[in-house]
């Protein structure tokens, strides 16, 4: 019983992490309607950066805030010089457009900080949390890392829905020619989501790397389940994001715990590949209309 | 008529590529055998892509089954080349249809994941079943054939072997362009509903699509196993999936001469890039990284200053001179061709439209 | 100032791409008046709305709005200085509620009190959106539609509101409702511009109205001459 236990909560800490990939896939999709398939390859970037700030200060917080800040300005400043130009181009020049980016980060990174794997300070203790002399098969680092993507989650919902940028940014996705006649200005609005998205990846980067180890291509795996995590919630859908991401992190850690590890990326596959076969628009959007 | 002018065509490069890969070094052969069988997958996906409007990440994987294919059938059955090729060609058709059918109600970044899958998925399967050589992979030799005498460089026969399978490609693609299965492609990418209106069994177009661009991967793995003598679950990466997508872009989508352009970045590009950094001292991880930056680069800035790819720049250059040569199927036209990925319900067509 | 035309179009010209759907127009329409535009379909009348709100550039001629040059300025400026903008088809966002959809008019304007008391009083003028308020627009009808439109259009308080055809795809006693309330809006003061295929109604609620064929204006008259001319009604507008 303390081994389920155990598998659920830990399921749960890591398909935050999950929730949160996803999270920033649906941001990007929602405004431009373009998957950004670089977001990996951000989040690994802003992830360097705060070890840098980390080394050079010893602080593990000032390295946590300004990774933060850099996947705003990242993901803002790709959004302006290298999204835009594309946005009224063919959709696949996008994707090709985000595949570079991704690459060139990757390769990037490579040349700055070099291949190997480096360690990543967890912000809290990683050893297991009791009560009393029960173990809870939680770290109090787990706790963080849930409780810090549910709350970036929750101020996200909370701005979306009661500040006026946050509704700018829901017209402009659903509908840029009308936002505009009403005045609003879309193009800072997908600025704007871009930088809410890198922010997001960045908090990912920083949550899951102690556990991973940095380096270049750490996150590739990472943004696959995120991607798959965003697919099962639905591509249009913040909350089913978030969702996703619970449920495929709980159930690959029973896969993991009960059936073996080196089935995990099998499965995580084939769950993807069964959502794509039987329910394409994902568990929580509406039903996609079908043309004819 | 079409056919006789590509055959010509192909006849004549045949030639070129015969005289060019006879002087060169074996280096050079090497490469030019690289770029022939990156030039078979290339154009089976620029096909898929560009003409049928349906993207793949993973055909780095139908790449690998043909690969895994001949290198068993060379390995343990001594079959003739001739007959490895087709039948690795075959094995790979017949899981395009798979995917194909699988994939075929999945539109825009749904299908881009769906094939990801498959690519992540299929080279693991490579490490668990001893036949398939796990982790090592398999060694494939083969040697230059008997006719051509005994001394004959193997690295030449290489270059000729996949550049002669290259052409052929490239004629039999051209053809099918122009026919008028290339002709339902294109309008049922352009919009779905008319053409199913008009009487075209799009999911069977679809489908089709899928299965000759497996085809082209799988025959392209196999000359790439016959090449490089090995066959591992590290040669077919998603990168390589990735790799394939980029050059057909790149040399421009829908278009045959493009995909001889894309192969041509794709093998050459990091090489050169690689050389140059070598050559400035500068260390082996930063050498080796620096092709990757610079390929991530090239893919943004080309498709942000020419999203035609290069052939969409060679088209505009020689525009003078097009009457005068034959012209490309799937040449750009003034709307770029790509697939349209479905508008959200409640978005107004208002600017641009009349 | 009474005397200033309220909107000025001087011989725009405009088109998309390579085609020019607009050749020369030009119209004047003074404050608290309703211009009915007219013609068949392509004659240039949702491209003419265009020219004015900012979808698309003029390549010549100007707009003058207030007096004020604002020609060639992008369509959100516009809607901050005071030019509304109807499309055809409504524009509702389906998937926000009315409430969103009314408080997206006005979410430039500055001062809490000014954006509440602007919602408030759309709720007074339109009590059917009251109703619907947290609704999500989508869920309703055409003719609910049609009032949530404009009431936002109105929450921006604009000096001149174009309209592109409002009854489309209207029952004909809901168009007669909505002729009715865009009539009201010449009260406050607000110059309308008001492209319809359905002519009859919208003479008969126009001060003046300007016919388009082919991108140029073939007939320009106050409404009732317009509506008396039978040849112009048989040949351009259908009735």
Redesign the interface.
């Known amino acids: 019983m303390t081994e389920f236990r155990e598998l659920t909560l830990g399921g749960i800490s890591v398909g935050m992490i999950y929730a949160a990939i996803a999270l920033s896939l649906v941001l990007i999709?929602r405004a431009t309607?373009i998957?950004n398939y670089a977001q990996g390859g951000m989040a690994m970037f802003t992830t360097y950066i705060a070890l840098l700030v980390i080394n050079h200060t010893g602080s593990y917080w000032a390295g946590f805030a300004v990774a933060l800040a850099s996947g705003l300005v990242l993901g803002g400043v790709i959004e302006r010089l290298?999204i835009r130009?594309?946005e009224n181009?063919?959709?696949?020049?996008a994707?090709?457009?985000t595949?570079?980016?991704?690459?060139?980060?990757?390769?990037?990174a490579?040349?700055l900080y070099?291949?190997q794997f480096r360690s990543f300070p967890a912000a809290f203790s990683i050893t297991g949390l009791h009560v009393g002399s029960a173990a809870l098969g939680v770290s109090a680092n787990d706790v963080f890392v849930a409780v810090a993507v549910l709350a970036a989650a929750l101020l996200l919902a909370a701005g979306f829905r009661y500040t006026?940028a946050g509704?700018?940014l829901?017209?402009s996705a659903?509908?840029?020619?009308?936002?505009?006649?009403?005045?609003?200005?879309?193009g800072r609005m997908l600025t704007l989501g871009w930088a809410l998205a890198g922010l997001i990846g960045a908090l990912a980067g920083v949550l899951v790397s102690p556990s991973t180890f940095l380096y270049?291509n750490s996150m590739d795996s990472i943004f696959?389940l995120g991607?798959?995590a965003a697919?099962i919630g639905g591509?249009?859908s913040p909350a089913g994001a978030v969702a996703g991401g619970l449920i495929l992190g709980v159930a690959l850690s029973y896969v993991g715990g009960y059936l073996g590890s080196d089935l995990v990326?099998?499965f995580g596959?084939a769950a993807?590949?069964v959502v794509?076969?039987v329910r394409?628009s994902g568990l929580f959007s509406p039903a996609a209309?079908r043309?004819? | 008529m079409t056919l006789v002018r590509h055959v010509a065509t192909a006849a004549v490069l045949a030639v070129l590529l015969v005289i060019i890969s006879s002087t060169v070094s074996p280096f050079r052969d090497y490469q030019m055998a690289e770029v022939a069988c990156y030039v078979v997958a290339v154009a089976g996906l620029t096909v898929l892509v560009g003409l049928s409007g349906q993207i793949s990440l993973g055909n780095g994987a139908f790449m690998a089954i043909g690969a895994y294919a001949a290198a068993l059938l060379l390995l343990h059955l001594h079959w003739p080349l001739a007959v490895v090729l087709v039948a690795a060609l075959a094995v790979a058709a017949a899981g395009g249809a798979v995917v194909g059918v699988a994939a075929a109600r999945l539109r825009g970044p749904y299908l881009a994941g769906a094939t990801l899958i498959l690519a992540v998925a299929l080279p693991s399967l490579a490490l668990r079943y001893g036949l398939l050589g796990g982790d090592q992979g398999l060694t494939v030799v083969i040697n230059s054939p008997g006719f051509l005498g005994p001394s004959f460089s193997l690295t030449r026969w290489q270059a000729w072997l996949t550049c002669g399978c290259a052409l052929i490609t490239l004629v039999l693609l051209a053809n099918l362009a122009r026919s008028r299965v290339g002709r339902s492609w294109r309008a049922a990418r352009d919009d779905e509903v008319a053409a199913a209106l008009a009487g075209l069994n799009v999911a069977r177009l679809r489908v089709l699509a899928f299965v000759v661009s497996a085809a082209c991967a799988g025959l392209a793995g196999a000359l790439l196993a016959v090449t490089t003598s090995i066959v591992s679950p590290g040669a077919f990466t998603v990168t390589l999936s990735i790799g394939l997508l980029t050059a057909a872009v790149l040399g421009g989508l829908g278009t045959l001469p493009g995909a001889v352009w894309g192969s041509l970045v794709l093998v050459l590009v990091p090489t050169y890039v690689t050389d140059v950094a070598s050559s400035h001292g500068l260390s082996s991880s930063v050498g080796s990284n620096i092709p990757v930056a610079a390929y991530g680069v090239v893919l943004v800035v080309v498709m942000l200053t020419f999203p035609d790819g290069i052939q969409g720049g060679v088209h505009r250059l020689s525009r003078p001179l097009a009457s005068r040569l034959p012209a490309w199927p799937g040449a750009p036209r003034r709307r770029p061709p790509g697939p349209q990925f479905r508008a959200p319900a409640s978005e107004h067509q208002e600017e641009g439209s009349l | 100032m009474s005397e200033q035309a309220a909107l000025a179009v001087e011989e725009v010209v405009a088109g998309y791409g390579g085609v020019l759907a607009l050749q020369s127009v030009s119209i004047t329409a003074r404050p608290a008046t309703i211009t009915a535009v007219l013609g068949a379909n392509g004659a240039g009348k949702t491209t003419l709305l265009r020219a004015i709100s900012g979808v698309i550039r003029p390549r010549r001629g100007r707009v003058l709005v207030g007096g004020q040059e604002m020609t060639g300025r992008s369509a959100e400026d516009m809607a901050r200085a005071g030019v509304a903008h109807v499309p055809e088809g409504q524009g509702v966002i389906a998937e926000l509620t009315v409430q969103e959809n009314l408080r997206l008019g006005a979410f430039w304007r500055r001062g809490r009190g000014t954006r509440a008391a602007a919602l408030a009083e759309a709720y007074q003028r339109f009590p059917v959106l009251a109703g619907a308020r947290n609704r999500a627009a989508g869920t309703l009808s055409g003719g609910e539609r049609q009032m949530l439109v404009i009431a936002r259009a109105l929450m921006a308080r604009p000096r001149v509101l174009l309209l592109d055809e409002p009854s489309l795809g209207l029952a004909p006693k809901i168009v007669s409702q909505v002729m009715e309330l865009t009539a009201g809006l010449r009260e406050t003061g607000l110059t309308v511009l008001l492209v319809e295929q359905n002519a009859r109604s919208a003479l008969s609620i126009a001060d003046q109205g300007i016919v388009l064929s082919l991108g140029r204006v073939v007939a320009a008259a106050d409404a009732a001459a317009l509506a008396a001319d039978v040849g112009l009604r048989k040949h351009y507008l259908g009735f």
């Open positions: 999709w309607r998957l290298v130009p594309a181009k063919p959709p696949l020049n994707i090709i457009i595949i570079g980016l991704l690459v060139f980060l990757e390769g990037l490579g040349i070099g291949g006026s509704l700018q829901r017209a659903f509908s840029p020619p009308v936002a505009r006649l009403l005045g609003v200005r879309v270049p696959v991607f798959t697919v591509l249009d990326p099998l596959l993807l590949a794509l076969m394409p209309t043309q004819v």
